[in-house]
């Protein structure tokens, strides 16, 4: 079988992220589907935390021309350039457009939203500007001191999301002449899934583990999110069912981390067989070097 990419459809326990706010009050991200409204983390953002922790824009570079792009040119592309592998379109003189390696979805809860909101002030560092410069806090009206209260919706819980990385595609830039040699490509994928493996997000100041608790997927010859429409999980329990089976068995894997996070363990262990999350991923790396490096 002629495999062309690599497909994982993910669920993990993780934050939204923010939207749009109103005065001091911030809002998590949410979408409408099924007659109900989920939180969700965008696929902007949650690929954006992927390019920075797999290190693929360290060598990010800039250029402000009308719009803020990444800098593209002869001596610098998607070839030479791991950042770039994400998509690019630059119009500095000549106009180069480059679609990314990888697709990634939104991270969508499993459970529809329940405003859950937090309540926060500065006081601290308001009571000490106020002291510094003799004034009151007790009278933030009459005294600008910076007092400012503020609220933000809350949300941690499973998501599922799913990631596509073209094989074919990586290291290659149809703008310019050449392509990456076998290692380097294969470094790249396995970067990222380092990055899929040990996810984790900063959101409002806080640390969030967004580990895969339950992974599926492998080389594809298909370049589609091929497990997309068969893990759903319902009150804490993943779905099992024929189509998922049988996807698996067409020469995937299932990882499980075990934590109890999904309610029916037991039965994925004894449904799925699956390896753990660390066993699963480093079968893909292999596989990836082999895709490779033969």
């Known amino acids: 079988m002629n495999k062309k990419a690599l497909t994982l459809t993910v669920v993990a326990n993780m934050t939204s992220n923010y939207s749009e706010g109103l005065g001091n009050v ?24 992927i390019m920075i922790q797999s290190g693929w824009y360290d060598d990010l570079e800039t250029e402000v021309d009308g719009a803020t792009q990444k800098k593209v040119n002869e001596d610098l592309n998607a070839i030479n350039c791991r950042a770039l592998e994400g998509g690019y379109m630059n119009t500095q003189a000549t106009t180069y457009v480059r679609r990314s390696s990888f697709y990634v979805t939104d ?3 499993t459970e529809h939203f329940i405003s859950e909101p937090r309540f926060h002030n500065n006081l601290y560092m308001a009571t000490n500007y106020a002291k510094s410069k003799g004034l009151s806090v007790q009278e933030p009206g009459k005294n600008n001191i910076g ?18 990385i073209d094989l074919e595609m990586i290291g290659k830039d149809e703008n310019f ?5 076998a290692k380097e490509k294969a470094d790249r994928v396995i970067c990222l899934l380092d990055a899929i493996e040990n996810l984790s997000l900063v959101v409002k100041g806080n640390l969030d583990n967004a ?11 298909r370049k589609t999110h091929y497990f997309e429409n068969v893990v759903n999980v319902e009150e804490a329990k993943l779905i099992i069912s024929s189509d998922l089976k049988n996807k698996i068995d067409r020469g995937f894997y299932a990882g499980l981390l075990q934590g109890n996070l999904l309610e029916n363990e037991e039965e994925i262990e ?11 991923f480093d079968k893909l790396r292999q596989e990836v070097k082999e895709y490779y490096l033969g």
């Open 26 to 49: 911030a809002s998590v991200q949410k979408v409408f589907k099924n007659r109900r409204i989920y939180s969700m983390r965008s696929r902007e953002s949650l690929k954006n935390a």
């Open 107 to 109: 991270a969508i809860s």
């Open 147 to 164: 007092l400012m209260p503020y609220q933000y919706e809350y949300d941690k819980s499973l998501k599922i999301y799913s990631i596509t």
């Open 177 to 181: 002449e050449g392509e990456a040699d």
């Open 211 to 221: 580990e895969p608790i339950f992974a599926v997927g492998g080389l594809s010859p």
């Open 270 to 280: 004894e449904e799925l067989h699956p390896l753990t999350i660390t066993e699963m």
